[in-house]
């Protein structure tokens, strides 16, 4: 990229996953390195778990006078691999850009979906923030892979603005940006394939009073016909060995997804559950469990 170039990043990620504060992040990475930095967000009303769009811009040379939405990104950063079956996240990106994902596939296996004229970046970031985090909020983890896949701000330059923003919780927010920053794969660009798939058609994306996050909603209808359990990173997972049959998980959450099924216990409508995982913080026998959905 030419020094005095704009880069802009967009970020795909769900509510409650942190793409709005990586997005802040960065700017305020960039400002703090003596660059011009801007971050927004753009989402509706939706809850944890709907898809959200966040953006950057960032300039060496020239305030950003730009206030719209980034449709022809120089970066791509995808925090949750479920949103790769339901919108086009290469949508606009650059030749020769950047596109980073957060997935458990080798590097190696998704290249034939997402490859193109762009490099290709893959880092499991919901292990990494899981492990040193103690959460599968991958906002920080996913910076350190943006760092080493483009080098766009220094890592060293994310630390003020990282222990500024979560204070005592910054050291594990750094260890996890760290990690990824060793441990994310890298593949140059190659030549676009006609075989890869795509969610939605490669067209820009609408714009911002059009827009609709991630594609979610397409056509006319009521909230019963949306399935919004493809929102969820998490699911719960209920063990009737430790259940008492309170039913607090039924009245606390949020989405009136918990039902009651024969003997009196509770399970969850993995239909439209948003993994916002309230059931289990509620249950006083530990009796759910947070599991990380799986993708293919």
Not at 65 to 72: E, L, P, Q
Not at 87 to 108: C, E, F, H
Not at 162 to 188: H, L, P, Q, T, W
Request: charged share 20%; with cysteine; net charge negative.
């Amino acid at each position: 990229m030419e020094e005095d170039e704009t880069i802009e990043i967009r970020w795909h990620g769900r509510g409650g996953q942190g793409a709005v504060t990586s997005a802040e992040l960065v700017a305020l990475a960039a400002i703090d390195a003596g660059k011009f930095g801007q971050a927004f967000p753009s989402f509706g009303p939706e809850r944890r778990g709907a898809p959200v769009l966040a953006f950057n811009r960032i300039s060496s040379v020239s305030p950003i006078r730009v206030r719209g939405a980034v449709t022809h990104p120089d970066i791509v950063i995808v925090l949750d691999p479920g949103l790769l079956g339901i919108t086009d996240v290469t949508s606009g990106l650059k030749q020769g850009g950047t596109l980073i994902i957060n997935t458990s596939r080798a590097l190696a296996d998704i290249t034939s979906e997402f490859g193109g004229h762009w490099s290709l970046a893959v880092i499991n970031a919901t292990v990494i923030a899981q492990e040193t985090i103690g959460v599968p909020i991958v906002n920080t983890t996913m910076l350190g892979a943006l760092v080493r896949a483009t080098e766009v701000i220094e890592l060293d330059s994310l630390m003020g603005p990282i222990e500024e923003r979560f204070g005592a919780r910054a050291k594990n927010n750094i260890d996890a940006c760290r990690k990824a920053y060793d441990e994310v794969s890298i593949a140059e660009p190659v030549a676009a394939m006609s075989g890869q798939r795509r969610a939605v058609s490669s067209e820009t994306l609408p714009s911002w009073q059009e827009l609709l996050p991630g594609y979610v909603v397409t056509q006319p209808g009521s909230a019963s016909q949306y399935r919004t359990g493809d929102w969820k990173s998490q699911h719960p997972e209920f063990d009737y060995q430790k259940c008492n049959k309170c039913g607090l998980c039924y009245v606390f959450c949020p989405e009136g997804c918990v039902v009651p099924i024969e003997d009196d216990y509770f399970e969850a409508n993995l239909y439209y559950c948003k993994g916002c995982g309230i059931c289990a913080e509620e249950c006083p026998k530990d009796a759910i469990a947070m599991l990380e959905e799986t993708y293919q």
